[in-house]
């Protein structure tokens, strides 16, 4: 399905940065019927996506369904302490190349905040949603009363 290797200018990312994942949507039909035959635009996708090697640090994980199905196909990237971040319009066919790239960018950041201009255009125009890290959990009061 893919020929040809992503395009990026990415450094070699920090070996300590957490590890980034890359969910993809593979329920969504990207405004189809679901096909009799053959495999969801969100499935293409993935497939299209996995088909070679992934940026350095990033796991790519098939999902079902992110809810954001009325503009599908869907790609989320979370890890560490980072924003997570879902973005929609993900055409199966020619955007396999920037997601890549952008989870690329994204995997160097320490916060998943990719400066604006270094944000591929897709991202820039296609953020369904972000959400701030997890908040640390503060230690258990009889711990806390013991410092
Ligand atoms: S089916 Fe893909 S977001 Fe719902």
């Not at 979370?78 to 690329?104: C, K, P, Q």
């Not at 270094?118 to 369904?128: A, W």
Request: include cysteine; hydrophobic fraction near 35%.
């Amino acid at each position: 399905m893919r020929d040809v290797a992503p395009e990026t200018d990415m450094p070699e990312p920090d070996a300590n940065l957490p590890a980034t994942e890359l969910l993809v949507c593979v329920k969504c039909l990207r405004g189809h019927e679901a096909p009799e035959e053959g495999l969801r635009p969100g499935q293409r996708l993935f497939e299209a996506l996995s088909a070679g090697p992934a940026p350095k640090g990033v796991t790519i994980t098939a999902v079902e369904c992110l809810q954001n199905c009325d503009q599908g196909c869907t790609v989320a990237l979370r890890g560490g302490a980072r924003w997570t971040y879902v973005f929609g319009n993900v055409d199966e066919v020619s955007h396999w190349s920037v997601i890549l790239d952008g989870a690329a960018r994204y995997h160097t950041t320490e916060d998943g905040l990719i400066p604006w201009r270094e944000r591929p255009e897709h991202f820039k125009r296609n953020c369904v949603a972000r959400i701030p890290p997890p908040t640390p959990t503060q230690a258990p009061l009889k711990e806390r009363d013991n410092d």
